[in-house]
Nanobody, 115 residues
Framework: QVQLVESGGGLVQAGGSLRLSCAAKGNIFSIIRMGWYRQAPGNQRELAAT???????DYADSVKGRFTISKDSAGNITYLQMNSLKPDDTGAYYCVADHITGRTWGQGTQVTVSS
């Protein structure tokens, strides 16, 4: 099994930056891909960014050029560096791990961007 623990959310002014962290525990060698989803109030959950075990990344058009997904050398922690934040980036951010036995979600961390 894989467990995920997120941290790093908070309140920031528009134009500011935040870095989210997602620590994976358990059978981390079974993880194929990590990602971050986000969900604004009243909206569906949407994919923001992904990173594969080989380090390939992909981003939603809405965050491209502003957000960067990365992981530490051991592959235990996945980061989401968020720059030039906008009020539209407000929402709950969820870490997700795709592994050989399925998908695991983190508990979510709130990001609020004030105008």
């Amino acid at each position: 099994q894989v467990q995920l623990v997120e941290s790093g959310g908070g309140l920031v002014q528009a134009g500011g930056s935040l870095r989210l962290s997602c620590a994976a525990k358990g059978n981390i060698f079974s993880i194929i891909r990590m990602g971050w989803y986000r969900q604004a109030p009243g909206n569906q959950r949407e994919l923001a960014a992904t990173i594969t075990g080989g380090g390939s990344t992909d981003y939603a058009d809405s965050v491209k050029g502003r957000f960067t997904i990365s992981k530490d050398s051991a592959g235990n922690i996945t980061y989401l560096q968020m720059n030039s934040l906008k009020p539209d980036d407000t929402g709950a951010y969820y870490c997700v791990a795709d592994h050989i036995t399925g998908r695991t979600w983190g508990q979510g961390t709130q990001v609020t961007v004030s105008s």
